[in-house]
């Protein structure tokens, strides 16, 4: 039990654990105390000791924030002599303060500004004109377009650094100089781009006056002539509680971080920061358009719809349900990917509905499943600080999941938890982690099995739980015996020493956590990586409790709800299979028509499908397959050949300029309803501004089309679909719009009473008949695709911190864009000077299946004989490259390895 103490504050009687701070227990009791340079659990530099106190006995006034109170203590906050001192060191820091105010950006958004005013303070006694600078000064290093550097407004309180040292945990900048001197600057004053920096913008955020800023944001408002709205981050699956401001004109202007949430606590990333820009973009669409004679022309609402559902209709009668592919999208809400399951299901007739998770993470739903029960994270982000070994495997997390690298990063400074990366490129958490394996793509299996050998070899594995707790130990014993460490070096090109010593950490970890994204899951042994990671994890008993878990990383805002709706061929929501005769029949009761008990296609399918004439329509809600999919060519080409396509979509997407119906849509951060994120949470997303005029919901657009086809789904609102989904899906059972609005939930959340599961599979008892987790043995199996003379290199594809998906978001956000416009291929520096390819130089990379010619970029980062290419631009579109095969369990491409060969591309005449 934790000592308490009892203290006085202004002669208010409190007990409180001891190590408080003097502010933040006179805060509990309703005592604000001045403060400038104090941000809680980033910034205490004690700097502006505009926080001082009395303390009885105390010889000199105490600094409120770093003073921690002792038993008896009595304290005075409000005595003339304090408000005497806070007075003249508030005055002495506004001395060298431009006089600006009614004119800077951060009007009314500034400490120091709301400081003076408690004070009564218009100027300064210390005031020396010829000290204010009347002029913005430059600072060398913020030549970006993201964060504008004021340094003549800088009042040196240090926010900024600890923000970015404590909060981000990159440490770009620091103080510079002494004395009089004394700046914030970079190292060596380089540019922020020279720097680790991810501009994030936690030192903007932090920042108490207008020394640092959001450059988007200049000009376009002050902070009282903005509405503020707090929804969830549309990019990634990390679900970041975000507030995001808009103007008169119902434009975007800033985004802020929200302190004190439990999944982000004011974190943000680059993206999420600045990446609500495309909202505004004029490039919206705002009209349903049909194409005829090749063209697209305006039509209205009740034309479209009509047009729509009369050639869906006709072809249904023609050909079958089974010859329309219905696809949903990670991007937009559970309510809309619930009611586009059941459109596929209930109008048309068919499970060919699925969504990009098929891309993505298919692999763990699957791998995951069958393992445990369940294919999703068994565990939380906040169970990530009570781990003492954190096992990063395929994840390069502090590009895809920013946020999470941060909360990784911090746990390890703070701690000294360790951290193990197996990458085949030096990723950027590789920068902080006490082991770097560096294995080629496509051997995970080998690795992993490996690595298992040596736990076993070396008794680490942990006998009890594997006894009472799992099945199919010995199989996995007897075929992981073949793994030796020359064989598994030979075929992963790893460092045996390293192998051996990740075997040591993870065999003698007390709670390990396990994160991997696409790394493992896009090939066509993808299933089996995570199986793999799975045996693991079940090896060494680190699952079923708080920092002991797998964590699979989920890429876009909503790929664990689109999923957990059932916007796959084989499942309803929940996971409730199609082929069980009891959950059709209660679906059936609830929807009033007969289903289906044939497994669908999945999207990967419906291109071939399309080229043998057995898919004739495909109904897409916000996604672009045109992008998105391996081998985007032959997808093409199939995509061409259906009599019917359409789209739901925010922009007129790759996807959308070859469709006959393209339907204008609201976007996630216009919309409410629900997200998912990668720790199973449940949040509900707020509007943060009007939806386009002529754009409607997804839910609404598709309601409209299921009842011009003859059946009726006349939902009223976002809140009677939630209701819909809790009455029908046992894990969401509990989740109800009103408590939404109050808390994000994490399923499983049974009923009213139940405030959801923190982590799964409590006393390893898993979600399985027999209650066992299930290991599996599993063989090596390379790729399919291999290297030879032609084609030397292994292609690795994926994603980039600044870009997103397709770039149909990211690439209409001006800074993010003028930063990095356009594609690159990444060469190992000894690749690069056999082929005499030089930093910058433009290439052609080929493979089996096409070409494309972009920038070489000369790096350390790649393993030697491996290239990696962004799929984010149309322009250089690195999935023309990518090898179609599937994955035979999940049906996932091989986005992550293949053959290729890069050369100088030939100079245009």
């Known amino acids: 039990m934790s000592e308490t103490v009892k203290i006085s504050v202004n002669k208010k009687q409190i007990e409180l654990k001891k190590g408080v701070t003097i502010l933040s227990a006179a805060k509990e009791i309703g005592i604000d105390i001045p403060n400038l340079c104090y941000l809680k659990g980033i910034s205490k530099e004690a700097a502006c000791s505009l926080c001082v106190v009395e303390v009885k006995g105390a010889r000199t006034l105490l600094r409120a924030c770093v003073t921690e109170v002792i038993n008896n203590m009595e304290i005075f906050t409000d005595t003339p002599r304090v408000k005497k001192a806070q007075r003249i060191n508030l005055e002495l820091i506004l001395a060298n303060h431009p006089l600006d105010c009614m004119t800077c950006d951060k009007d009314d958004d500034c400490i120091l500004q709301d400081l003076a005013r408690q004070f009564g303070i218009e100027k300064s006694r210390f005031l020396s004109p010829d000290q204010v600078p009347d002029k913005k000064q430059a600072a060398p290093w913020q030549v970006n377009p993201f964060i504008e550097f004021n340094p003549e407004r800088c009042v040196l309180c240090g926010r900024c650094v600890n923000a970015c040292s404590n909060q981000a945990n990159l440490e770009a900048i620091g103080f510079a100089l002494r004395g009089h001197r004394q700046k914030i600057s970079t190292p060596f004053?380089?540019?922020?781009?020279?720097?680790?920096?991810?501009?994030?913008?936690?030192?903007?955020?932090?920042?108490?006056?207008?020394?640092?800023?959001?450059?988007?944001?200049?000009?376009?408002?002050?902070?009282?002539?903005?509405?503020?709205?707090?929804?969830?981050?549309a990019y990634c699956g990390v679900g970041c509680n975000i507030r995001i401001y808009k103007d008169k004109n119902n434009e975007l202007i800033m985004a802020k971080g929200i302190e004190n949430s439990r999944i982000n606590d004011g974190r943000l990333c680059v993206k999420g920061r600045f990446g609500y820009e495309y909202i505004n973009s004029g490039d919206r669409l705002t009209s349903p358009l049909i194409k005829e004679n090749g063209k697209f022309r305006k039509a209205s609402w009740?034309?479209?719809?009509?047009?729509?559902?009369?050639?869906?209709?006709?072809?249904?009668?023609?050909?079958?349900?089974?010859?329309?592919?219905?696809?949903?999208?990670?991007?937009?809400?559970?309510?809309?990917?619930?009611?586009?399951?059941?459109?596929?299901?209930?109008?048309?007739?068919?499970?060919?509905?699925?969504?990009?998770?098929?891309?993505?993470?298919?692999?763990?739903?699957?791998?995951?499943?069958?393992?445990?029960?369940?294919?999703?994270?068994?565990?939380?982000?906040?169970d990530i600080t009570d781990s003492d070994v954190m096992f990063i495997i395929g994840s390069n997390m502090a590009e895809t999941h920013p946020v999470i690298a941060q909360i990784v990063r911090a746990h390890k400074k703070k701690t000294g938890a360790k951290i193990i990366v197996c990458d085949p490129r030096y990723v950027g958490i590789a920068e902080v982690a006490d082991i770097h394996i560096q294995h080629f793509p496509g051997t995970d299996v080998a690795l992993l099995n490996g690595i298992i050998k040596l736990i076993l070899d070396k008794g680490l594995e942990n006998k009890k739980f594997i006894e009472e707790h799992t099945e199919g130990f010995e199989d996995v014993k007897k075929i992981t015996g073949?793994?030796?460490?020359?064989?598994?070096?030979?075929?992963?090109?790893?460092?045996?020493?390293?192998?051996?010593?990740?075997?040591?950490?993870?065999?003698?970890?007390?709670?390990?956590?396990?994160?991997?994204?696409?790394?493992?899951?896009?090939?066509?042994?993808?299933?089996?990586?995570?199986?793999?990671?799975?045996?693991?994890?079940?090896?060494?008993?680190?699952?079923?409790?708080?920092?002991?878990?797998?964590?699979?990383?989920?890429?876009?805002?909503?790929?664990?709800?689109?999923?957990?709706?059932?916007?796959?061929?084989?499942?309803?929501?929940?996971?409730?299979?199609?082929?069980?005769?009891?959950?059709?029949?209660?679906?059936?009761?609830?929807?009033?028509?007969?289903?289906?008990?044939?497994?669908?296609?999945?999207?990967?399918?419906?291109?071939?499908?399309?080229?043998?004439?057995?898919?004739?329509?495909?109904?897409?809600?916000?996604?672009?397959?045109?992008?998105?999919?391996?081998?985007?060519?032959?997808?093409?080409?199939?995509?061409?050949?259906?009599?019917?396509?359409?789209?739901?979509?925010?922009?007129?997407?790759?996807?959308?300029?070859?469709?006959?119906?393209?339907?204008?849509?609201?976007?996630?951060?216009?919309?409410?309803?629900?997200?998912?994120?990668?720790?199973?949470?449940?949040?509900?997303?707020?509007?943060?501004?009007?939806?386009?005029?002529?754009?409607?919901?997804?839910?609404?657009?598709?309601?409209?089309?299921?009842?011009?086809?003859?059946?009726?789904?006349?939902?009223?609102?976002?809140?009677?679909?939630?209701?819909?989904?809790?009455?029908?899906?046992?894990?969401?059972?509990?989740?109800?719009?009103d408590r939404l609005q109050e808390t994000g939930l994490q399923w499983p959340c049974l009923d009213k009473e139940h405030n959801g599961t923190l982590f799964l599979y409590e006393n390893g008892v898993f979600k399985k008949p027999n209650k066992k987790g299930k290991f599996s043995a599993l063989e090596y199996k390379p790729a399919k695709e291999l290297t030879d003379k032609e084609y030397p290199l292994i292609l690795t594809t994926g994603r980039m911190l600044y870009h997103f998906h397709s770039g149909n978001e990211t690439r209409r956000v001006k800074a993010i864009n003028k930063f990095v416009p356009r594609n690159y291929v990444e060469i190992n520096p000894e690749d690069a000077r056999r082929l005499k390819i030089k930093d910058n130089d433009r290439v052609k990379a080929s493979t089996r299946r096409g070409s494309i010619s972009l920038h070489a970029r000369v790096s350390e980062r790649p393993k030697k004989g491996v290239i990696f290419i962004p799929f984010h631009f149309r322009e250089a579109a690195a999935n023309v490259l990518t090898n179609p095969v599937l994955d035979p369990v999940s049906k996932i491409p091989e986005y992550k390895v293949c053959a290729a060969n890069i050369e100088l591309a030939k100079m245009e005449k």
């Open 189 to 233: 004053s380089r540019p922020l781009e020279q720097t680790g920096c991810q501009f994030c913008a936690a030192c903007v955020q932090a920042c108490p006056v207008a020394a640092l800023i959001e450059k988007p944001r200049i000009g376009k408002g002050k902070l009282k002539d903005l509405v503020p709205s707090d929804t969830v981050c």
């Open 302 to 382: 009740q034309e479209a719809i009509k047009y729509t559902a009369d050639k869906l209709n006709e072809i249904k009668t023609r050909h079958g349900g089974d010859a329309i592919g219905v696809l949903g999208s990670s991007r937009c809400t559970n309510e809309d990917n619930y009611i586009i399951q059941k459109f596929a299901r209930a109008v048309i007739g068919t499970n060919n509905v699925d969504n990009c998770a098929r891309l993505c993470h298919s692999s763990t739903v699957a791998g995951l499943g069958l393992a445990f029960g369940a294919g999703a994270a068994t565990n939380s982000i906040v």
């Open 482 to 737: 073949k793994y030796d460490l020359k064989t598994v070096c030979k075929i992963t090109g790893a460092e045996a020493q390293k192998i051996e010593a990740v075997s040591d950490m993870i065999g003698n970890a007390k709670n390990m956590m396990t994160f991997f994204t696409m790394g493992i899951t896009q090939h066509t042994t993808g299933v089996d990586n995570v199986l793999s990671v799975a045996n693991l994890a079940l090896l060494t008993g680190n699952i079923g409790r708080r920092g002991a878990g797998v964590m699979p990383l989920r890429g876009q805002a909503n790929v664990q709800g689109s999923c957990d709706m059932g916007a796959l061929p084989n499942v309803f929501p929940g996971y409730q299979k199609v082929s069980d005769p009891k959950v059709r029949e209660k679906f059936k009761n609830a929807w009033g028509v007969e289903l289906s008990a044939k497994p669908g296609l999945p999207v990967s399918e419906f291109a071939e499908e399309a080229l043998k004439g057995n898919l004739k329509v495909i109904y897409i809600m916000g996604e672009n397959p045109l992008m998105t999919e391996a081998d985007i060519n032959r997808t093409r080409e199939g995509y061409k050949k259906l009599e019917f396509l359409v789209m739901q979509n925010i922009f007129l997407s790759e996807t959308a300029e070859i469709a006959d119906v393209v339907f204008p849509a609201a976007a996630a951060y216009e919309k409410d309803g629900a997200f998912t994120n990668t720790d199973r949470t449940v949040q509900l997303l707020r509007p943060t501004r009007k939806r386009p005029e002529g754009a409607k919901f997804d839910w609404e657009i598709v309601c409209e089309v299921a009842t011009a086809m003859g059946y009726k789904m006349e939902h009223k609102n976002t809140r009677e679909i939630t209701e819909e989904i809790a009455r029908l899906t046992p894990s969401y059972g509990g989740i109800h719009y």
